[in-house]
């Protein structure tokens, strides 16, 4: 086992002219020739819709699949703040350096510099690239857009569309690649789901697909495989994501050897609507702003079973304000939530589950009036109304935090590579540049940074180099017959088990231990209780599994046996991640290194690195290979919120 | 959680298709203790939990957000696409717009252009096709200008964000008596003809549009008005009256 330190490939130079220099040194490909290449595009969210987009519009040919009906449905269309962008529009102080600077430091010093500079230079060419397919951005009356400030950030930097930010986005960059699909540039698979890499002289030749309507397995050959399948939130079963979110496509590339990198960086937004009971299937977040106006408090005994407005002022704990006087509500997303739990465990939660915490709006109401908190927050308030049955104007909110975001993901080089040549990862489902914590409105700015303006010049360097097309790889090659085979035995063990527990019960119970053990605050003895926990649920689930029907028709369960098994094992492999990881450091939250403020202690000495995890067998021992992180650029700090 | 913790007993009539080319039928379900503050689709998760732990086949339907915004979500309930309530996705709709003892009808989105897979799942890729058609403005990546070389009145622009607001569930489809695409189709075409970006093909992409609407067996619109009381996003019916200005412009000036 030896452990390898991985190069991110940034090319030597000062930060800010490091990407400039290498799109120049890159080489091309004749505009003749872009026709002879293939590239399959897997997701179809800002990450892959941009990417089929642009590299049909070059002149490649793609193949698109997506998990839905159609691709306008990818979970990116959820996004509901903005996006940023180092326009400076507002003429208030913003740049280039400063975006960059800020998502460093947001990212709590364990991102790429490099990386993380390019995504803030071509954020300006996002907004410009979105107005002109027709994103009805939000406008001033002179006509201009707008902005706002977004997540604490000292400047408006946050482009938006309404609450709808993601949708229109989205829409955008679905619009542009259904234009390409129109033209025949771009095959588009719809309900179809990656279940195999396919591997040619070590290589990403292709993948094997599950079409959902009639089962049957697919062999799909090409020059180059692009991830740009999200995240692995749903892990946690209960999150923010869809129901269809899943780590499939990552984790089966993982599986055929590309690296796994921070899988412990997982965020969890502390405004969202709490769980009603056990047969609550997804959660709805509700955008940070509401922390502007609304007070967050439990009260002050354990168990008090009051209303709300029946608990007299001197019986109510503000916590936040009270321990953090100067941020108050509005301290970092990690503190919120790492608090909320606190009060819960600490038996002070609110309602019928005891799981929840007050945000209250009476104080702003009678501060500004109810028709002010209409105008900022009626939309939120009325989702809120519409979900819960409470109206948010007479009785306090309650919240509590829930997973939203990974920042974990495939590992890869300056180039959206993994270790795999020719299997290149974008947006959510890469690691690379949201470090251990994402900002407010920056993960819509990396999708579509990379798909639009990163993956059109790698790729082009990469088969320029490379050549693929000159070694044809048809789907006839016997590593397809390998893997369809793979798939199609995974698929018949998981029918033919029989079992008595459903599908959800198993993702409901890795759920609870991932929560528990692997959520807000992380020690030791949780972080192994997690993994032998989650060895046995998986060891049960291989042999009572109960999954109904055949394989030769719509079967959602089976569907969902496929994708809960690999949540059993990556569940593992967060849990191992967060082990090894002895720091805190942005939303990984280790118990045993916090300073006395009770904020996260980042242990510069031994982890200012990322951790790629190479996969050695399910029931084995992976092996942890480490990219060395510097900061030429940017100080390293410790974050106080007092 | 809300203040209603009386659980109901409900009466479930569901539509049962195997496939495609199965000829389906209705099928009655008893379903006891549904809190009034779960989601109808949660509704259906407890329904299919009971019907795997009897060895039974469970409804596929289709949904994946849950939160009224992917537009994955459909479901014609008791004759209402989306249900009861006004402006609510299915996802959205909670138990408490039902009462204990009553009898739900579920049914698929019904339309000669979206074919069933199984049961309430429907294939509605004709939407796509209508997107591809001309639902773009032909800009490629990296030929933007500055974001604000062209001012855009607020107004336009307001309204353009009203249009775009379409989820591209089908409900205004589904509830037409006439299996009517216009609502879907004038909402893309308004939002781009609204914007100066879109304009200088909004002729070509209307016609494009429309022809490819009626090619795929879409009905025409007789003003029941049905698309709009129906659509969650409540996207206003004046949108088609904007369609048919940008379509009649397209017949009356182009070459």
């Known amino acids: 086992m030896t452990i390898k330190k991985l190069d991110g490939k940034v090319p030597a130079g000062n930060v800010s002219e490091v990407w400039d220099n290498h799109r120049f040194n890159m080489k091309l490909i004749n505009p003749a020739n872009k026709r002879k290449f293939n590239v399959i595009v897997v997701g179809t969210g800002l990450a892959g819709a941009s990417a089929a987009a642009s ?62 500079y390019r995504l803030a230079q071509v954020s300006n060419n996002i907004i410009d690239q979105c107005v002109a397919q027709g994103v009805p951005f939000a406008r001033e009356y002179g006509g201009t857009l707008s902005n706002r400030s977004f997540g604490g950030a000292q400047v408006s930097r946050t482009f ?221 308030f009325d989702m809120y109304q519409r979900i819960t049955d409470d109206n948010p104007y007479e009785v306090p909110m309650r919240i509590y935090p829930a997973v939203h975001y990974t920042m974990g993901g495939l590992w890869v080089d300056y180039n959206l590579m993994s270790n795999v040549p020719g299997l290149f990862v974008l947006g959510e489902a890469n690691f690379s540049d949201h470090g251990a914590n994402r900002l407010g ?177 399910v029931d084995n021992e992976p092996i942890r290979h480490v990219e060395e992180l510097k900061f030429e650029n940017v100080k390293l700090t410790q974050r106080s919120y007092k | 959680m809300g203040n209603n913790t009386v659980s109901m007993n409900l009466n479930l009539k569901i539509w049962r298709q195997k496939s495609a080319t199965d000829k389906g039928e209705m099928v009655d379900y008893k379903l006891t203790d549904v809190s009034p503050d779960m989601s109808f689709l949660e509704m259906l998760d407890m329904l299919n939990d009971r019907l795997i732990r009897e060895g039974k086949d469970p409804v596929a339907f289709d949904h994946d957000c849950r939160e009224g915004i992917c537009g994955m979500c459909s479901l014609m309930i008791n004759g209402q696409a989306h249900g009861p309530e006004r402006e609510t996705t299915t996802c959205q709709l909670h138990m408490r717009s039902f009462k204990n003892g009553d009898t739900i009808v579920i049914e698929p989105w019904r339309a000669k252009a979206f074919p069933i ?63 009517s695409a216009m609502l879907f189709v004038s909402a893309k075409i308004s939002q781009l003809a609204l914007l100066p970006q879109g304009e200088a093909e909004s002729k070509q992409r209307a016609e494009a549009m429309v022809a490819k609407m009626d090619e795929l067996g879409f009905g025409n619109c007789t003003n029941e008005a049905e698309c709009e009381a129906s659509c969650p996003k409540g996207i206003d019916i004046s949108n088609i009256a904007r369609m048919n200005r940008e379509f009649i412009k397209g017949g009356l000036t182009n070459r």
């Open chain 2, 117 to 179: 897979h199984k049961d309430l799942m429907v294939d509605r890729s004709a939407f796509d096709e209508i997107i591809a058609a001309g639902g773009y403005v032909s800009v490629n990546t990296g030929h933007a200008p500055d974001a604000n070389a062209i001012p855009i009145p607020k107004e336009n622009a307001d309204l353009a964000m009203d249009a775009a607001a379409c989820i591209g569930c089908a409900a205004c489809v589904a509830s037409c008596k006439n299996a």
């Open chain 1, 441 to 617: 409105a920056s993960a819509l700015m990396q999708g579509l940074a990379d798909g639009y303006f990163v993956i059109p010049y790698t790729l082009g360097n990469y088969f320029a180099n490379e050549k693929p097309n000159e070694q044809k790889v048809g789907t006839d090659h016997e590593a397809f017959d390998k893997a369809y085979n793979e798939a199609k035995d995974k698929y018949q063990q998981l029918l033919s088990i029989n079992g008595t527990q459903p599908v959800d019960y198993y993702h409901k119970e890795l759920g609870k231990i991932m929560w528990e053990y692997v959520g807000m605050s992380r020690n030791e003895e949780g972080l192994k209780k997690a993994i032998s926990q989650i060895k046995d649920l998986r060891k049960q689930f291989w042999k009572d599994v109960k999954v109904p029907g055949e394989n030769t028709n719509v079967n959602v369960e089976l569907e969902k046996a496929g994708r809960v098994a690999d949540f059993l094992e990556i569940g593992e492999l967060m849990a191992r991640d967060a082990l090894e990881r002895k720091e805190s450091c942005g939303g990984h939250f280790r118990e045993e290194s916090q300073t006395e403020e009770n904020e996260a202690k980042r242990d510069d000495e031994n982890f200012c690195h990322v951790a790629a995890w190479e996969f050695t067998g």
């Open chain 1, 160 to 380: 938006y569309a309404r609450g709808q930010t993601g949708q229109q986005l989205l829409l955008g960059a679905y619009s542009a690649m259904m234009k390409e699909v129109g033209k025949g540039k771009i095959k588009l698979y719809t309900r179809r789901e990656m279940v195999e890499l396919v591997m040619v002289d070590g290589k990403a030749r292709g993948i094997i697909t599950r079409n959902i309507v009639t089962g049957e397995l697919e062999r799909f050959a090409a020059d180059a495989v692009l991830l740009c399948t999200g995240g692995y939130g749903n892990a946690y079963y209960l999150s923010t994501n869809a129901m269809a979110s899943n780590c499939s496509a990552a984790w089966r590339a993982h599986k055929k050897g590309a690296y796994f990198a921070n899988p412990c960086y997982t965020q969890i937004h502390p405004t969202c609507i709490p769980m009603h009971g056990e047969n609550q299937s997804k959660l709805t977040l509700m955008s940070e702003s509401l922390r502007n106006d609304g007070r967050v408090w439990v009260p002050k005994k354990p168990g008090d079973k009051r209303a709300p407005n029946d608990i007299p002022e001197d019986e109510r704990d503000y916590y936040l304000e009270r321990k953090y006087p100067s941020f108050g509500n509005l301290v970092p997303r990690d503190v919120a939530s790492r608090n909320a739990k606190e009060q819960v465990d600490l038996g002070k939660g609110v309602g019928a589950t005891g799981v929840a915490v007050y945000l209250d709006f009476l104080d702003a109401i009678k501060r500004d009036g109810e028709d002010v908190i209409r105008q900022k927050y009626g939309n939120l």
């Open chain 1, 55 to 116: 590299l049909a519009e070059l002149g490649y040919n793609v193949q698109s699949f997506c998990i839905q009906d159609s691709p306008r449905r990818a979970h990116s269309i959820a996004a509901q703040g903005g996006i940023n962008a180092a326009k400076n529009y507002p003429n208030d102080g913003d740049s280039i350096w400063r975006l960059f600077y800020d998502t460093v430091k947001g990212g709590d010093y364990r991102a790429r510099e490099a990386n993380v």
